[in-house]
């Protein structure tokens, strides 16, 4: 079992920027596909980023301006976001999954296994 904690979120202005950060409980991530998604109120969970360890991929809505990263011997992976939107506005979430999907999986919410509780955005214009 994985418990995943989020930390980092808050409210920021049009423009600014906000680290989320992601501890793991796991004794290492370095087995573990880590993505971060997000849920805005009254939408579905959407993917934003995921870090395969020799890859990552990123959501278009946000290309450019957050980027994924991990460090397996602290056992986090951060989403620094930058050049924050009022759409951004949403809860993040943080999960991982050490099972094994094509690349084009792990865009799907459902391919992961444990989540954190997540840590509220907000971005003000």
């Known amino acids: 079992q994985v418990q995943l904690v989020e930390s980092g979120g808050g409210l920021v202005q049009a423009g600014g920027s906000l680290r989320l950060s992601c501890a793991a409980s796991?004794?290492?991530?370095?087995?573990?596909?880590l993505g971060w998604f997000r849920q805005a109120a009254g939408k579905e969970r959407e993917f934003v980023a995921t870090?395969?360890?020799?890859?990552?991929y990123y959501a278009d809505f946000v290309k450019g301006r957050f980027t994924i990263s991990r460090d397996n011997a602290k056992n986090t992976v951060v989403l620094q976001m930058n050049s924050l939107k009022p759409e951004d506005t949403a809860v993040y979430y943080c999960?991982?999954?050490?099972?094994?999907?094509?690349?084009?999986?792990?865009?799907?919410?459902?391919?992961?296994?444990?989540w954190g509780q997540g840590t509220q955005v907000t971005v003000s214009s």
């Open positions: 999960a991982a999954t050490e099972r094994r999907y094509s690349n084009n999986d792990y865009i799907k919410p459902y391919r992961y296994n444990y």
């Open positions: 796991a004794r290492t991530l370095s087995n573990y596909a």
């Open positions: 870090d395969l360890g020799s890859s990552t």
